[in-house]
């Protein structure tokens, strides 16, 4: 069983900074890719930002410039660092990893955290 745990998000003026973190934890063998999604009321979930197991990021264009992905591979923890905050981050922000367990190392699954609530007033 595999459990990911977030943490920090919360209300922020526009222009302000938050610091999402995310860390897996249960019977993992390894974990691939690492991400953040974030889903608004009556729209899909969409990609933030990832990172690959190798430290390489990809962003969202909406994001490039004002977040900054990383990760400790050795926490199992990703983070989302989100400055220059604007009304439209608003969201909830779901972290994603794609984990292969011990008990079956030659399958990677998807995993989500419960989301983080983020919320940018203008």
């Known amino acids: 069983q595999v459990q990911l745990v977030e943490s920090g998000g919360g209300l922020v003026q526009a222009g302000g900074s938050l610091r999402l973190s995310c860390a897996a934890s249960?019977?993992?063998?390894?974990?691939?890719?690492m991400g953040w999604y974030r889903q608004v009321p009556e729209k899909q979930r969409e990609l933030v930002a990832a990172i690959t197991s190798r430290g390489t990021p990809n962003y969202a264009d909406s994001v490039k410039g004002r977040f900054t992905i990383s990760r400790d591979s050795a926490k199992n923890t990703v983070y989302l660092q989100m400055n220059s905050l604007k009304a439209e981050d608003t969201g909830v922000y779901y972290c994603?990893?794609?984990?292969?367990?011990?008990?079956?190392?030659?399958?990677?699954?998807?995993?989500w955290g419960q989301g983080t609530q983020v919320t940018v007033s203008s």
């Open positions: 249960g019977n993992i063998f390894s974990i691939n890719d």
């Open positions: 994603n990893a794609k984990i292969k367990m011990r008990a079956t190392p030659f399958r990677t699954d998807d995993y």
